[in-house]
């Protein structure tokens, strides 16, 4: 019996002779579907939205002027620790930047006949409004975003079997909070009150009026 002195190929050999082999198989499929618009790619995926339609929840009539609108950006740092145990087992923190909008408005609605006082000479006009509120602070999703996210093993292991968003919803709430609160010490109710004085005092003028008088009583109620 004769025996050869060349040794088997190993299998990693046989893995990379392979792999050549077929690289070339593969360019060749590829060039066939780029040169042939009508050839799909059996592994492209395809996206389908199944959202079904929108559902209309409430509708409501609107009375009111807004005056100013503000845009604000709030960094949000919610930490939170366990008692008996160190950050690294259990704990969690959450820095994340919120950019929210903030609208205020005069509400011109419910105005009784006394709310407007003409003079007999038809020369002048006294408004008296209620002063400007402001809306509820909207969270922009798009513009708002976590920086980072850290969590202790034992938070990690519960994610595993939970997807309980407890910290998103504490911080979103806690950014529409603080928005609010900036909101309020902006001024920009003020702004919102001097820029319908400007729009009631050009109205009446345009309609023969000289002297216009806008005054701001009591605020009713809280935000809107």
Known sequence: ??????????????????LVALLPAGALLAGQTRLLPGLENPFATEAEDRTGPAVLKSLR???????ASGTFQVVVDLDKDARFLPDAVRGSRTLFVGTGSVGAYVELGGLGEEAVTVEDDRRSATVRLPQARLEKPALDAERSYAVTKERGLLDRLGDLFSDNPGDER??????????GEAAQESGLAERAEANTRDMLESLLRSLGFERVSVTFGEKEGGRG
């Open 1 to 18: 019996m004769v025996r050869s002195d060349r040794s088997a190929p190993s299998p990693g050999w046989i893995v990379i002779l392979l």
């Open 61 to 67: 009539d609107m009375s009111r002027y807004e005056g």
């Open 170 to 179: 504490e911080v979103h709430r806690l950014a529409v909070e603080h928005i």
